[in-house]
């Protein structure tokens, strides 16, 4: 495949770039070839769909709309008005929540705005600690939240690997935190929502959940919603969510003014109009039934994977998988994380490293999200693992075989003459 025959869902648009600046094009049409012919494994990863793109790449970029609909401090909003209205409705029916601000710019911003509408400096914050899955929003000294919040990390059992109850309790008595943070970049398994709620209730602290990464299976009814349980939820919309890459709040009426405030002014400036409008069309795919489909799809691929993983000697945390996540030790075939992931690229398989919840090593963090979308089911599943302990263990021939896989399963449909 050369380059130009990679589809480009934005092919109009794209030859006119293609003349106006044929380098930069150059760069575009490497990248979109790389995602279609490697192994998309990164957990965060997904492909948005021509429409989701076709909103992003639209003259609503152009447009500054500082405020909320109705309420803008720039003329001529009545069309992104009602594109920001169109998605608060749909993210407010799709999650059951009460309130919805879709303008976050990313998922750390969301958190950000949370903590500020939530929270003073130097307030203490108890949430999963990063060498267990935590992000860096929950109190990396990197981080902002590292650096005015107050930080106490809870951990999960060294031996299952799952959250221990008995540990939080008992840090959130000890510490009083003014909000108890639920979520992680790596956990594998179903937080128990209802845990966390009866802990910040005996404290009266707040519950947050960042479900960055589950919310896309909420949407699909393939995870349990933390809306019901959390004062505040923040998101991402771009994992498993499949829609443009940005954050989203989900919170009661009760908070919706704080919410909003403190993402407009506090934290952001202009909304981004046509990401806004992208997150509008991904949340109207998320409420299709074919969407519900995909999610437990999701599930069930990652569930084959990681089963598939273990017979070819990895050890998996936790033992398998609830989700789209799977975080896994190479350790048992005498490699660590970063030499497996270096061999999985050399294989034609993209993945992250991750922390593991004991001992010093990094592992690796691989999720099913993106080749779920690209339609591979459970076969496929049994063949990426088969490549996938052959690299691990050094032996494997190259990225062919997997390439020639992503290659059955193209993200964006390959209309004739190209
Ligand atoms: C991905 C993620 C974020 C941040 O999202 P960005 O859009 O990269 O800022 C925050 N929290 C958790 C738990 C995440 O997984």
């Known amino acids: 495949m050369t380059v130009t025959q990679v589809h480009r869902p934005w092919a109009a648009d794209f030859d006119a770039l293609r003349r106006q600046d044929p380098e930069l094009a150059d760069v575009l049409l490497g990248e979109t070839r790389r995602q279609a012919r490697g192994l998309q494994l990164i957990a965060a990863e997904n492909f948005n769909s021509p429409a989701v793109l076709a909103a ?31 998605a608060c409705d749909r993210a407010t029916a799709l999650f059951g929540a009460e309130h919805a601000n879709v303008q976050p710019h990313s998922g750390s911003a969301a958190v950000l705005a949370v903590y500020a509408a939530l929270l003073r400096p130097g307030d203490t914050v108890l949430a999963m600690g990063l060498p267990f899955g935590g992000h860096l929003t929950h109190g990396s000294p990197a981080n902002f939240s590292g650096r005015w919040f107050s930080f106490v990390p809870y951990g999960v059992d060294a031996e299952t690997g799952l959250i221990d109850y008995e540990q939080v309790w008992a840090l959130a008595d000890k510490h009083r935190p003014k909000a108890i943070v639920v979520g992680s970049i790596s956990y594998p398994r179903h937080p128990d929502y209802l845990a966390f709620r009866e802990i910040a209730d005996e404290l009266g602290a707040y519950l947050v959940a960042d479900a960055a990464h589950p919310i896309g299976l909420v949407a699909g009814g393939a995870a349990p919603s933390p809306v019901p349980y959390a004062d505040v939820v923040c998101a991402t919309t771009h994992k498993v969510l499949r829609g443009p890459r940005g954050g989203m709040i989900l919170c009661g009426a009760n908070l919706a003014e704080r919410v909003d405030r403190a993402v407009f002014p506090f934290t952001q400036g202009g909304a981004q109009m046509h990401t806004i409008a992208a997150k509008a069309v991904a949340f109207g795919e998320a409420e299709a039934p074919a969407f519900t ?31 789209h996540l799977i975080t896994a030790d190479p350790a048992p075939l005498g490699v660590d994380g970063p030499t497996a992931r270096g061999r999985l690229a050399a294989a034609g398989m993209v993945l992250d490293t991750c ?14 999200a993106a080749v779920t979308t690209q339609g591979m089911e459970e076969a496929e599943m049994e063949r990426i693992a088969g490549f996938f302990g052959a690299a691990v263990r050094g032996e494997s021939t190259g990225p062919e075989e997997a390439a020639e896989l992503a290659g059955a399963f193209p993200p964006y449909p390959v209309p004739e003459g190209h």
């Open 56 to 86: 992003l790449g639209s003259p609503l970029a152009n447009k500054y709309a500082e405020g909320y609909p109705g309420k803008r401090h720039h003329g001529g909003c009545e069309y992104v008005d009602v594109a920001e209205r169109i």
């Open 293 to 323: 489909t995909y999610a437990h799809q999701v599930v069930t691929n990652a569930r084959v994977l990681a089963a598939a993983l273990e017979r070819e000697g990895l050890s998996v945390v936790t033992g398998g998988t609830d989700t």
């Open 355 to 368: 922390a593991l919840p004991y001992g010093n090593q990094r592992g690796l963090r691989l999720g099913t």
